[in-house]
């Protein structure tokens, strides 16, 4: 059997799974920019402006005179100072599952962190990591900051 009738079949599920993959919904947006404030994803730089959507794995930097405020789909807050870089890593948001996770790394920076519905309802399951150790969240509020060497 040539092996041309089998990769006509699977032609069609092949695209479905590219139009899938470039369905990935966002997990939040960017809702304030002052200054130079930009999102990295896959290499590419964007500049940040309000209503930039943001994926998991997105690196966001702002610049020396810059900030950014962005909102997740729990309603998590995240503002970031000026110089600053992070990333969320990890973000499951599925209340009917019970499927709740945050996850981010602060490289750099400073971070004021307001708890949204995953905080809430799965507190242990919400993690900042920095260069120096771990923030487990148990509260509603903090504010980190990542002083480089």
């Known amino acids: 059997m040539s092996p041309q009738p089998f990769i006509r079949c699977l032609a069609p599920l092949l695209l479905l799974a590219q139009g899938a993959l470039a369905e990935v919904p966002s997990i939040g947006y960017v809702k304030t920019v002052t ?5 990295i994803a896959g290499g590419k730089t ?17 610049g020396k005179d810059g900030s950014l405020g962005l909102t997740l789909k729990d309603n998590t807050i995240l503002s970031l100072g ?6 969320v890593d990890e973000f499951l948001y599925a209340p009917a599952k019970d499927e709740l996770r ?28 920095t260069p120096s150790g771990n923030i487990g969240v148990r509260g509603t509020h903090f504010a980190v900051s990542v002083v480089e060497d």
């Open 102 to 129: 945050l996850g981010g790394r602060v490289a750099k920076g400073s971070l004021n962190y307001v708890s949204g519905v995953i905080a809430k309802l799965k507190p242990e399951n919400v993690v900042m990591r």
């Open 35 to 39: 200054g130079q404030a930009s999102v």
């Open 46 to 62: 964007i500049k940040a402006e309000p209503g930039t959507p943001v994926y998991q794995d997105n690196i966001l930097k702002t």
């Open 82 to 87: 000026p110089d600053t870089e992070m990333v």
